[in-house]
């Protein structure tokens, strides 16, 4: 009996702090991200979900895998993020290209689409985008379908001297949140399909 109102408690002071996920929203998001090929080779084996990312470009919640329309510019902008934060806590989100330039072939992976860091709580306006500012997903003819990664981090509190790669092919974002301290909280992918080609040729 104790036992499980001392469950209950913790579960109360969860939500309070933001973290509540039920295990089974956890659990299936782990699995999504494995069917989608994305862990462990984006996101590392040991990723725990504590929130939803939901992220959410002309009207349509992603729902890992949701496909959306590039070339009808369904994603020329940011779109609208959300998640539960934590209390006075800092987060970074990106967006990051595994199949670049394509799925078969992806030596330029990452392509780092947008990193914002520094963001306080949920206020994605007040983040900084480190002078590499959304870049919309644009695929190369003849480079099939494609997977699209929003990664949410915590911070180990503000970052204000944290430096970035200019460049913004041949990124790893896990090892860059390794290296910043950084637990990966949320994560939620998209896919496009590119135009057709006889090879997948970037320029
Ligand atoms: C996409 O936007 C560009 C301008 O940014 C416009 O020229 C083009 O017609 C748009 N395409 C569609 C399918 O809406
Ligand atoms: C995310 O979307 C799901 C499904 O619509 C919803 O249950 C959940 O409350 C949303 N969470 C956030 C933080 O927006
Ligand atoms: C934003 O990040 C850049 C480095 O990428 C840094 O020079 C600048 O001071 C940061 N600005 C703020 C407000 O954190
Ligand atoms: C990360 O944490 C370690 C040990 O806790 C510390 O020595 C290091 O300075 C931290 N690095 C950053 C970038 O905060």
Known sequence: MKFYIALGLLSVFARVNGQALDR?????IVEELREGGLIPSVI??????TTHLNVTYVGRLMDF???YFPYRNETDSVPEISYVAEP??????????PDAPSRADPYRAQVRHWLSVNIPMTDITRGNSTATPYLRPAPF???GRKRFVYVLAKQPGELPELTVPQAR???DFAKFAA???MTIVGANYFEVES???ATCAPN
Request: with cysteine; net charge negative.
């Open 24 to 28: 089974d929203d956890a659990d299936d």
């Open 44 to 49: 590392p084996a040991s990723f725990v979900p």
């Open 65 to 67: 895998g949701t496909e």
């Open 88 to 97: 006075n806590s800092y987060y970074t989100v990106a967006l990051v290209d």
């Open 141 to 143: 003819a003849g480079c």
């Open 169 to 171: 092919p041949n990124f």
């Open 179 to 181: 290296d910043n301290n």
């Open 195 to 197: 135009l057709p080609g």
